[in-house]
């Protein structure tokens, strides 16, 4: 079970991070722009008096996407013998001002890898549902309009649940081998104007929340019938899906483990 | 009843309004920066073809502070024949890109008037308390490291409700001709890492809902022991009183009026 260990001479940390990904271009480096992985292995350079470190994330956010608990591991020269508060205070005084921060650093466990160790992702997918665009919570919501039907999604979002082929929910760009997937939760509630999906798998294809979100939108605001996004899924057709629904509302809420390295 | 009514061939009307107060001097016009005030009378004014307009809030919050559900009235010329809708989305349209935008609009009741109306102002103050700095509510909360109680801060709470002489709450730079006021709400509520401080009274002391959650904090951090809040109060001083907690925090969340405008 030992993936991808740390190199020689380093020592793996797992961190629990929060991030605004508003004008980040996302969780991997890229040439276009400024990603939290750039940002966060730079500040831990810094805290390391400049040597190169490494890091991995349990889940590769696309550019706007936030994060309010994401895990990720970072490989930090060994003879730097810093403590868990050390880390996860002198990382997030480097990272200023970006709006990235580290919430919890703890050892790793030997054979932990963020990615490959973790059994689940959970999302919130957030719309703010008034005819207003959004102010305070601008950036974090999808703004939809039209007034939606929670009960009409949660109960259409109860056809997804468990083990499916969800082409018809994934990306074009998705590069995962199989399009099979094992949906473990979907509520969808409503608190006032706001309206949250969560959802919850061992691991998602590339948009998957982000396309069901924008079908599941198509269901409350009457466009389909509650069945009609049964048939989508089975259709396995990208085209019978609703949109995309734009990555402003889309949260990475918690990552699961066998053994929670920060407990 | 009636206060400054509408001028002649002016129609008045009631405006709910959401704004930001990041990077604003407050409500009021003010040389030193853009207020929500401006920008609210600028944006009526494109809608209303250049004609003047003129408002006026149920509550001038401070630099900084945010509103939820503010009510302001709006004096718009009567020849516009405008409807709610319009209104409202006319008026938001010509507010972006600023973070203020209007959530309801009605015709006023004769003789309303947004500030001596009002029967009540309800305010939240938000801690966020953990180690870490905000990152997803960066400019929407006030960060407090040290481990606070709800629960103690609540019960210090309960002695300053009712009607006091709130000097040793109040700013040097309030211009309230009495420093008497009834408090009718002060609960703390905690919700995972946020502290929730929510106020009602009929009006506010300058400052005062945020010199309270300075002294709150104290107790609810073990600086002060419960009983200290009441005797600050007794002492009418307002160097008895704890540190001013910043602005960020603050949200004006509703409004009160015998005859609700938006019915």
Same mark, same amino acid.
């Given at each position: 079970?030992?993936?991808?260990?740390?190199?020689?001479?380093?020592?793996?940390?797992?961190?629990?991070?929060?991030?605004?990904?508003?004008?980040?271009?996302?969780?991997?480096?890229?040439?276009?722009?400024?990603?939290?992985?750039?940002?966060?292995?730079? =500040? *831990? %350079?810094?805290? @390391?008096?400049?040597?190169?470190?490494?890091?991995?994330?349990?889940?590769? /956010?696309?550019? #706007?996407? $936030?994060?309010?608990?994401?895990?990720?591991?970072?490989?930090?020269?060994?003879?730097?013998?810093?403590?868990?508060?050390?880390?996860?205070?002198?990382?997030?005084?480097?990272?200023?001002?970006?709006?990235?921060?580290?919430?919890?650093?703890?050892?790793?466990?030997?054979?932990?890898?963020?990615?490959?160790?973790?059994?689940?992702?959970?999302?919130?997918?957030?719309?703010?549902?008034?005819?207003?665009?959004?102010?305070?919570?601008?950036?974090?919501?999808?703004?939809?309009?039209?007034?939606?039907?929670?009960?009409?999604?949660?109960?259409?979002?109860?056809?997804?649940?468990?083990?499916?082929?969800?082409?018809?929910?994934? =990306? *074009? %760009?998705?590069? @995962?081998?199989?399009?099979?997937?094992?949906?473990?939760?979907?509520?969808? /509630?409503?608190? #006032?104007? $706001?309206?949250?999906?969560?959802?919850?798998?061992?691991?998602?294809?590339?948009?998957?929340?982000?396309?069901?979100?924008?079908?599941?939108?198509?269901?409350?605001?009457?466009?389909?019938?509650?069945?009609?996004?049964?048939?989508?899924?089975?259709?396995?057709?990208?085209?019978?899906?609703?949109?995309?629904?734009?990555?402003?509302?889309?949260?990475?809420?918690?990552?699961?483990?066998?053994?929670?390295?920060?407990?």
């Amino acid at each position: 079970m030992v993936h991808d260990g740390p190199a020689p001479g380093y020592r793996r940390w797992a961190l629990k991070i929060e991030y605004d990904g508003t004008g980040l271009v996302g969780w991997q480096r890229q040439d276009n722009g400024l990603s939290v992985q750039q940002l966060l292995e730079e =500040a *831990a %350079s810094k805290l @390391a008096g400049d040597a190169p470190v490494m890091s991995a994330t349990a889940g590769r /956010t696309d550019a #706007g996407v $936030h994060a309010s608990a994401m895990v990720v591991q970072l490989d930090l020269p060994e003879q730097d013998r810093l403590d868990a508060r050390q880390i996860r205070d002198g990382i997030s005084f480097h990272l200023k001002p970006h709006r990235v921060a580290v919430l919890e650093a703890a050892a790793a466990p030997q054979g932990w890898h963020a990615r490959f160790s973790a059994i689940w992702r959970r999302y919130r997918y957030t719309i703010l549902n008034r005819p207003t665009r959004p102010v305070l919570d601008a950036d974090h919501v999808w703004h939809v309009r039209r007034p939606l039907d929670a009960k009409l999604m949660s109960e259409a979002g109860q056809s997804l649940l468990g083990r499916h082929d969800f082409s018809s929910f994934r =990306a *074009a %760009s998705c590069q @995962a081998s199989s399009p099979i997937r094992t949906l473990d939760v979907l509520d969808v /509630t409503r608190q #006032g104007l $706001h309206l949250h999906i969560d959802v919850q798998a061992r691991s998602f294809l590339h948009h998957q929340v982000r396309n069901l979100a924008g079908s599941l939108q198509m269901i409350g605001s009457g466009q389909w019938p509650v069945s009609k996004l049964r048939q989508v899924l089975e259709a396995r057709d990208r085209r019978q899906a609703g949109p995309t629904a734009p990555s402003e509302g889309l949260c990475l809420v918690a990552v699961g483990y066998e053994s929670d390295p920060f407990a």
